[in-house]
């Protein structure tokens, strides 16, 4: 779990925020919903199948809390659930429906071994038996609140991610399950400030959450950011990447985030130094590379050179040891009184060369015999 996802935990099951937070969304900002109402939930959700099938589901909600819910002369056992995402998911439509659905298979168990006092066995009925007075579940409703500055573009029902029939006749049959969604990036400062204080910082933060320029503005007009709790100015910094250095004295009391934060000054001048940094850096790249190529260059060129006649000294001595070594077997055949013909199928052989080009050395040789004679029998 990262920095972000633990705060935005510990922010939303705080009962003031959590109940401002369904009844922002729920009754346009009407408190009808209390604090004091609500009751902390395990956020697990676990669904054990039967001994034979070992069916075994596990799912960790953000936020799980209860309500005993009067509304007139109604009154109903309300499970309210709560998914603070930091990023769009598609298949969240999903990940809601099976967190619903196993809390609706566990209250299912649950009624019924409260009513038979013992597990249900195989051949034994229907769940609740055979009783007149029929078993009613609580309701779960599951908020998604999206942490971030930009329009929700994944899937917002089940049939989104489904390869739906054209039929619409079919497609009206198709079970279908709708998400509960908090957008802060599409909704008005007026629609956020409405949900209270300390909600509405965090919703304009989110709102603001890859614009800091935006985020400084808003917190310099709006004076819900003045005096928040450390916990929620910890999450707002972790939000909109503020980077503030908070000190034990800032968990003892509530935080003017326009102190903390950075001034309009010092935020130009920041994102200046980062622009001069990189122009400067990128100029230095273009400027180190025209220079390493040029230095490259005449270094390649002299060490070529070098090479160029080392590997020419050697290729001439490999020439010359070969020349030496053919006119060697040459000499050798000849004092042995082979014929040319011979003569030449040794070359060939022995050096892999041509017909022509033994008979080209058995030439050239022959006529540096005739050469040396001539040298010596020439008068001084």
């Known amino acids: 779990m990262g920095r972000l996802d633990s705060y935005a935990k510990a922010f939303f099951g705080k009962p003031e925020i959590f109940a401002a937070l369904f009844n922002g969304y729920l009754y346009q900002g009407s408190k009808v919903l209390s604090p004091g109402d609500l009751e902390d939930e395990v956020t697990t959700e676990v669904y054990r199948g039967t001994a034979r099938t070992r069916l075994f589901l596990k799912r960790e909600r953000d936020v799980l809390k209860t309500l005993a819910w009067k509304h007139g002369k109604d009154c109903?056992?309300?499970?309210?659930?709560?998914?603070?995402?930091?990023?769009?998911?598609?298949?969240?439509?999903?990940?809601?429906?099976?967190?619903?659905?196993i809390n609706y298979t566990n209250q299912l168990k649950n009624a019924r071994e409260r009513r038979t006092g013992q597990p249900r066995r195989k051949g034994r009925g229907p769940v609740f038996g055979n009783q007149d007075v029929p078993c009613r579940l609580g309701p779960v409703v599951t908020l998604v609140i999206a942490l971030t500055d930009d329009p929700w573009t994944e899937c917002r029902e089940?049939?989104?991610?489904?390869?739906?029939?054209?039929?619409?006749?079919?497609?009206?049959?198709?079970?279908?399950?709708?998400?509960?969604l908090v957008t802060p990036g599409t909704m008005t400062e007026e629609e956020i400030l409405s949900y209270g204080d300390e909600l509405g910082a965090v919703l304009l933060a989110a709102r603001n959450a890859n614009d800091k320029?935006?985020?400084?503005?808003?917190?310099?007009?709006?004076?819900?950011?003045?005096?928040?709790?450390?916990d929620t100015a910890s999450l707002i910094n972790e939000m909109v990447h503020l980077n503030i250095k908070f000190d034990?004295?800032?968990?003892?009391?509530?935080?003017?985030?326009?102190q903390k934060t950075i001034s309009f000054k010092e935020y130009f001048l920041q994102e200046g130094l980062k622009k001069g940094r990189r122009q400067g850096l990128r100029k230095g790249r273009e400027k180190g590379l025209k220079q390493g190529l040029r230095?490259?260059?005449?270094?390649?060129?002299?060490?070529?050179?070098?090479?160029?006649?080392?590997?020419?000294?050697?290729?001439?001595?490999?020439?010359?040891?070969?020349?030496?070594?053919?006119?060697?077997?040459?000499?050798?055949?000849?004092?042995l009184g082979k014929p040319?013909?011979?003569?030449?199928n040794w070359l060939m052989e022995t050096?892999?060369?041509?017909?022509?080009?033994?008979?080209?050395?058995?030439?050239?040789?022959?006529?540096?015999?005739?050469?040396k004679e001539e040298t010596v029998t020439t008068p001084l």
Do not use: W
């Open 295 to 335: 230095q490259g260059l005449r270094q390649g060129l002299s060490q070529g050179r070098e090479e160029g006649r080392e590997e020419g000294r050697e290729e001439g001595r490999e020439e010359g040891r070969a020349e030496g070594q053919q006119r060697g077997v040459i000499f050798t055949l000849m004092k």
């Open 158 to 180: 089940l049939h989104d991610l489904l390869d739906m029939p054209g039929d619409p006749v079919l497609r009206d049959r198709i079970a279908n399950y709708r998400l509960n």
């Open 213 to 230: 320029k935006a985020f400084l503005e808003a917190a310099k007009t709006h004076a819900v950011f003045r005096s928040l709790p450390f």
């Open 351 to 371: 050096f892999s060369l041509t017909e022509q080009q033994a008979k080209q050395e058995i030439v050239e040789y022959q006529a540096s015999l005739k050469s």
């Open 340 to 344: 040319t013909e011979e003569i030449c």
């Open 248 to 258: 034990q004295e800032d968990k003892k009391e509530n935080i003017d985030m326009t």
């Open 76 to 101: 109903a056992y309300l499970l309210l659930g709560l998914e603070a995402q930091s990023y769009h998911d598609a298949a969240m439509p999903l990940r809601c429906m099976m967190y619903d659905a």
